[in-house]
Nanobody, 120 residues
Framework: QLQASGGGLVQAGGSLRLSCAAS????????MGWFRQAPGKEREFVAY????????VYTDSVEGRFTIARDSGKNTVYLQMNSLKPEDTAVYYC???????????????WGQGTLVTVSS
């Protein structure tokens, strides 16, 4: 089970940190990803982190602004979002996979989503 939190309303240029707490599974065995879905759009890949935390991959639109990290001691993955833009407005989901992949269908466990709204 994954529980995402940390969303909210922020002005453009601001920052938010999302958290995703995992329970009921061996957290360190899974690739963890963040995805987002803007109103009227399909869910899209944002970032993933490998099991050790040493490999991080981002979609181009967030590269240099967002940072994904994981704390195995707390069974939690984070998404630090800086320099937020109105186009970052979306529901953000965390997910777990056995594969290093951007593909949604490769993630078999999903959190409930947390809403991020960036005002201009």
């Amino acid at each position: 089970q994954l529980q995402a939190s940390g969303g909210g309303l922020v002005q453009a240029g601001g920052s938010l940190r999302l958290s995703c707490a995992a329970s009921g599974r061996t957290f360190s065995r899974y690739v963890m990803g963040w995805f987002r879905q803007a109103p009227g759009k399909e869910r899209e890949f944002v970032a993933y982190i490998n099991r050790s935390g040493g490999m991080k991959v981002y979609t181009d639109s967030v590269e240099g602004r967002f940072t994904i990290a994981r704390d195995s001691g707390k069974n939690t993955v984070y998404l630090q979002m800086n320099s937020l833009k109105p186009e970052d407005t979306a529901v953000y989901y965390c997910a777990a996979s056995n594969s290093l992949t951007r593909a949604l269908h490769e993630y078999d466990t999903w959190g409930q989503g947390t809403l991020v709204t960036v005002s201009s």
